[in-house]
C-alpha cells in the first residue's frame, strides 16, 4: 500500500486503486487472512462499507474494518468477528484524515498444495468477489 505523509495533501493520484493484504481474523466471515483487496482510494465511505485506515494510535499500521455508523468526529469502525477486537471499540471514533479508501474487490490466492482439478474448479469459482456494503451487518455490529 502506498504510504502518505502526514502533513501532506491528499493528490488526486492518476490511478485511484491499490492492492492490500488481509493479515489477521478480524474480518471473518469476510474477508480472511490471505485474501488480497482492490482498495479504491479517496472513495466515499458510507454506512456498512469495508473501508482501509490508518490504526488512530500507531499510523503506520494499516487496518480493514467495516463502516458502522458516522458519529461526530469520523467513523465509528468494527470487525465483522466480535471476538477478534481491535476496532473503534478500543480506540473510539476514527478521524476522516484517517480514512484512506473502500475496499471494492476481494480474491484470494491458489494454494500450491492443491492442484487437483476439482481443487482448481473451486477456487475459480470462490476465489474472486467484488465486497459489497452490508447494510443489515453495520446494523447488527452497531448493537454491540
Do not use: C
Request: charged share 30%; glycine share 8%.
Amino acid at each position: 500500500m502506498p504510504e502518505l505523509s502526514q502533513d501532506a495533501e491528499r493528490v488526486r493520484a492518476p490511478l485511484p486503486f491499490g492492492v492490500a493484504e488481509v493479515t489477521g481474523p478480524s474480518m471473518v466471515p469476510t474477508l480472511r487472512h490471505g485474501d488480497r483487496l482492490l482498495v479504491h482510494y479517496g472513495a466515499r465511505v458510507k454506512r456498512g462499507d469495508v473501508i482501509v485506515l490508518r490504526h488512530p494510535f500507531q499510523q503506520d499500521l494499516l487496518v480493514v474494518k467495516r463502516a458502522a455508523e458516522r458519529r461526530d468526529g469520523g467513523w465509528w469502525v468494527l470487525g465483522d468477528n466480535a471476538y477478534a477486537g481491535g476496532d473503534s471499540t478500543d480506540y473510539g471514533v476514527v478521524p476522516d484524515e484517517l480514512v484512506l479508501g473502500r475496499v471494492r474487490f476481494r480474491y484470494r490466492p491458489r494454494s500450491t498444495t492443491r492442484r487437483s482439478l476439482p481443487s482448481l474448479l473451486v477456487w475459480l469459482l470462490t476465489s474472486a468477489r467484488p465486497v459489497f456494503s452490508d447494510r443489515s451487518a453495520s446494523r447488527r455490529l452497531r448493537a454491540r
